[in-house]
């Protein structure tokens, strides 16, 4: 029944070797098997009903490129997963209840038409996920380096996006449409936000720097480090923080009172007596 359903393969030899210890390895093999799966796409194709909706109770699993999943209903979780490699995939009037988590996919996109999603994790490197429609997406967790697109859109779109720790120093994250908040925790982030495209909140809990022609409401900077050249109507760094904004250089003092100074072209090079404290 355990071989049946998948949960266990046996070794090469056609054994389960019953009398042996288990691993850690395999047991984090058996309980990931065991999970539901109600569904597992992995063929190029359309599946879904033309009308109306089908429910699916469980756990979905798109696995190849080229799947467009089209008015369904899924109680569990979706899994974009890695043999979907570089290719594309979409999602039309798809709700998911759970979360969905995005492994594979390619600068050629994953397309969300008109879905409804509570929370996405991205953790394949490049991928560009498109909104359009009356998309929403509650929360973005980033934990690599990924395009995020907003494109004819009537829905809330990607509200709130979280970079996570784990995304590599430098791995590029563009953000384009509008963004209610964005979160960021990556060290060395490097963040763009292009022509036209906007955030509500930026928070900088560690080192990043944001570029683009784009705007930012309200900087909220936590750490030091931070570099950010779009541009932005109010900027607030903690206490001893400072941040380079455009030209200039703002600095919080122990009690959160700022000071503004121009960034010195040419750098550093020592120089002649006078406080370096800016007044």
Do not use: W
């Not at 909220?220 to 941040?243: R, Y």
């Amino acid at each position: 029944a355990v071989a049946a359903k998948g949960y266990m393969k046996g070794y090469p030899d056609q054994t389960f070797q019953a009398a042996k210890s288990i691993t850690r390895a395999e047991a984090v093999v058996t309980l990931d098997n065991s999970v539901m799966i109600a569904a597992t796409y992995d063929e190029a194709g359309t599946y879904g009903h033309e009308t109306g909706t089908a429910t699916i109770e469980g756990n979905v699993v798109i696995s190849a490129p080229g799947v467009i999943l089209q008015n369904t209903l899924i109680t569990g979780n979706l899994l974009l997963a890695e043999g979907i490699g570089n290719g594309d995939a979409t999602l039309k009037n798809v709700t998911v209840k759970g979360n969905t988590t995005v492994r594979g996919g390619g600068a050629h996109s994953v397309y969300l038409e008109d879905c409804t999603l509570p929370s996405i994790t991205i953790s394949h490197e490049g991928v560009r996920v498109v909104a359009s429609g009356s998309t929403t997406v509650n929360v973005v967790t980033l934990e690599s380096g990924a395009t995020l697109v907003e494109m004819t859109i009537t829905g809330e779109g990607f509200e709130t996006v979280v970079i996570s720790q784990v995304v590599p120093a430098n791995a590029p994250i563009i953000l384009t449409g509008n963004f209610t908040a964005v979160e960021v925790n990556a060290a060395n982030a490097n963040i763009q936000i292009p022509s036209g495209s906007q955030v509500g909140t930026l928070t900088l809990n560690a080192a990043a720097t944001v570029t683009g022609q784009g705007t930012i409401g309200t900087a909220v900077v936590n750490a030091n480090g931070c570099t950010i050249t779009a541009t932005t109507t109010n900027v607030t760094p903690a206490p001893n923080v400072s941040v380079t904004v455009g030209n200039n250089v703002i600095t919080a003092d122990e009690t959160g009172k700022t000071t503004t100074t121009p960034v010195t072209p040419g750098g550093g090079g020592g120089g002649g007596g006078g406080s370096s404290t800016p007044t």
